[in-house]
């Protein structure tokens, strides 16, 4: 299946191109981005059929089926649009956009499309995910509390992101926990009924959910931590059993009966794969933490050399491709994405506030 790329700046280049460029399913047939730099380097690594700046060359191509869209959340209707007049199946990074009344149009726009649509959240197809999830199903009984810790270190992002958030007043509540709002109700099969944020609004924050089934979650947001720390942290209690996902190299399941279960998920550096506890991989993270170069930072991406983790960035992709191949449903479609950014509107409504919200999705169905 032949792919064209929309936007290909920091993001795409260093996750969706490659992971494309090793899926034998998949060929890489396009670049587009407005920067000449960014589609001169591309050409030079990938050797695309061609390069180009403007995206109709993309949507006008016969041969393309799926097109992988990595402009920021501000342009992205047009790009919808196009793909709907065009008949190419389309992935749109997250969040769906900035402006919350775009929402309900982009909705309405793909929720019965002719096409296929996925939103970029990607952590239901990383494979630690895909193991916690029917344990959890297994061992719930009762109650359980959830609590999901995301981390960062602010001062490392690339300037612009840098300045979105920290000067220009964008929240992270948008731009990344969305991601976690998303896990969330993919792991509980449900949505959120009520919302309360507490912190600092842009960046360092603490989010409480209420789901149904007396299902309780909690989300630490903070990006005033260190990057040698392990970014992410799953913890899920219910019934006597507490699992344990370790920013996706390590999960554990300490379960009622006294079983213990204990699986380890491979890391890369560079070109290289490891397969270590969370402990190992935290002192890697350390490692790479004091190793960056000054270059690195005005550049603001590490991904030649930072400990990646398997986050389920592959899988979303060669997902989307077989959904068109074999004309599946889309998991991760419109109303999924509507659903974890209108929580992170509501979230960020809450923090204003300074009072719990209660949110109701029953429009998106309509
Ligand atoms: N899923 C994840 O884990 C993850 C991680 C990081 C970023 N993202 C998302 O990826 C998206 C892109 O983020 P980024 O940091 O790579 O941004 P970026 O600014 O580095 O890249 C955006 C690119 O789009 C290009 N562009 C803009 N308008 C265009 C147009 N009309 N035609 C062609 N190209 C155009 C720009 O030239 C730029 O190169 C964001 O939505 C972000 O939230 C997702």
Avoid at 194 to 217: K, M, Q, S
Avoid at 252 to 261: E, G, K, M, S, V
Avoid at 286 to 306: L, P, Q
Wanted: net charge negative; proline share 5%; with cysteine.
């Amino acid at each position: 299946m032949k792919v064209g790329f929309i936007g290909c700046g920091g993001f795409v280049s260093g996750t969706h191109i490659p992971n494309a460029a090793q899926n034998d399913k998949l060929k890489v047939r396009a670049f587009c981005d407005l920067n000449a730099e960014i589609l001169a380097a591309l050409d030079s690594v990938y050797h695309p059929d061609y390069v180009t700046g403007d995206m109709k060359d993309i949507f006008l191509d016969p041969e393309i089926e799926m097109v992988v869209c990595g402009t920021k959340p501000d342009f992205r209707i047009p790009i919808m649009e196009m793909a709907l007049k065009h008949g190419k199946h389309l992935f749109v990074e997250k969040p769906l956009c900035y402006d919350k009344d775009q929402i309900a149009p982009m909705v309405k726009m793909m929720r019965d499309a002719p096409i296929k649509f996925m939103v970029g959240f990607n952590r239901p197809y990383s494979p630690m995910m895909r193991d916690i999830k029917p344990l959890f199903k297994t061992l719930k009984k009762g109650s359980a509390t959830i609590l999901y810790r995301i981390i960062g270190e602010a001062r490392l992002w690339p300037k612009h992101h840098y300045d979105a958030i920290i000067h220009n007043g964008e929240s992270t509540i948008i731009h990344e926990v969305t991601h976690i709002f998303d896990i969330l109700n993919w792991l509980t099969d449900s949505t959120p009924r009520r919302v309360f944020a507490a912190g600092e609004g842009n960046t360092d924050n603490v989010i409480t959910l209420n789901y149904p089934d007396h299902i309780t979650a909690v989300i630490i947001a903070g990006d005033n931590s260190s990057a040698g720390f392990p970014k992410e942290w799953l913890e899920i209690n219910t019934g006597h059993s507490t699992i344990v996902g370790d920013n996706f190299v390590e999960m554990t399941a300490y379960q009622a009966d006294l079983r213990l279960i204990n699986k380890i998920y491979p890391y890369a550096i560079g070109n290289e794969t490891f397969t270590d506890d969370g402990r190992t991989f935290t002192e890697e993270c350390w490692k790479w933490r004091t190793s960056i170069t000054a270059e690195e930072k005005e550049k603001g991406y590490y991904y030649e050399r930072m400990p990646k983790v398997d986050k389920g960035h592959y899988h979303e992709l060669e997902f989307f491709r077989k959904t068109i191949a074999e004309n599946l449903p889309s998991e991760t479609d419109v109303v999924k994405g509507a659903i974890a950014q209108m929580t992170a509107e509501i979230a960020v409504d809450s923090w204003k506030n300074g009072a719990p919200m209660d949110i109701d999705f029953s429009h998106l169905y309509e």
